[in-house]
């Protein structure tokens, strides 16, 4: 099972630069999460997606753009990186349904990136 | 608006014995899940344990046993016999049903925990 694959691992950016983290899960959720986790920190909300096309900001969307095309991938664009986004940033998934709020969140294993 | 706190940035406890790491939280919701993920220092999220607001038991995961009180809106994870394996950060975290966010997880700040042979 391969559940949620982020990529890249690790990534050093420069100030300005643009990239796309990819994840992908083989569940069949229909939700689906970007996260980022600051040093010592718990984790932030940016963006989330509740099925193809649709997609909402979490608490910190700010700088961060996203898409939804099928149920099994959910990029996250980082245009003009900033220092303040170096972080590790992880996606996760989850069941859909009336009772989707038991589940719990899959996630991948995070990508560390780092902008100077 | 939902908040989870834990007050513990860390903790350390004897190998074999038993340690709580605690949780409040604040909701409105009438519904909602509690949920407990493991960060080892590899970095990756393990879920660990949920308890759902209208469970009348507290979840207990094998070794992992969440003491729920709803009234005072605590949410303590229990981890018994602690092993050196179990050093790694703890985060609680909690999705309602109906404050906008059943589809959102919002996560506390964490604990530390470091098992001392």
């Known amino acids: 099972n391969a559940g949620v694959t982020q990529t890249p691992k690790f990534r050093i950016l420069k100030i300005g630069q643009s990239m796309t983290l990819q994840c992908t899960q083989d569940m069949n959720h229909?939700?689906?999460?970007?996260?980022?986790q600051d040093p010592g920190m718990g984790l932030k909300l940016i963006y989330y997606s509740v099925g193809a096309g649709i997609t909402d900001k979490g608490e910190v969307p700010n700088g961060y753009n996203v898409s939804r095309s099928t149920t099994e991938d959910f990029p996250l664009r980082l245009e003009l990186a900033a220092p303040s986004q170096t972080s590790v940033y992880f996606c996760a998934s989850s069941q859909t349904g009336a009772s989707s709020?038991?589940?719990?969140?899959?996630f991948g294993n995070g990508t560390r990136l780092t902008v100077t | 608006a939902q908040k989870i706190t834990q007050t513990q940035p860390g903790m350390f406890?004897?190998?074999k014995e038993a340690v709580t790491l605690d949780c409040t939280y604040d909701t409105s919701d009438p519904s909602y899940g509690l949920f407990w993920y493991k960060q080892?220092?590899?970095?990756e999220m393990i879920f660990l344990i949920y308890q759902g607001s209208y469970d009348q038991q507290n979840?207990?995961?094998g070794r992992?046993?969440?003491n729920f009180q709803k009234a005072r809106k605590s949410a303590n994870l229990v981890i018994s016999a602690s092993q050196l394996g179990d050093s790694a950060m703890y985060f609680c975290a909690m999705r309602g049903l109906f404050s906008g966010g059943y589809n959102k997880l919002i996560f506390g700040a964490g604990t530390r925990l470091a098992v001392h042979p």
């Open chain 2, 64 to 66: 992992y046993s969440l």
């Open chain 1, 101 to 106: 709020y038991n589940s719990p969140l899959h």
């Open chain 2, 59 to 61: 979840a207990t995961e």
């Open chain 2, 40 to 43: 080892p220092s590899s970095g």
């Open chain 1, 30 to 36: 229909n939700y689906m999460y970007w996260y980022r």
């Open chain 2, 13 to 15: 406890v004897q190998e």
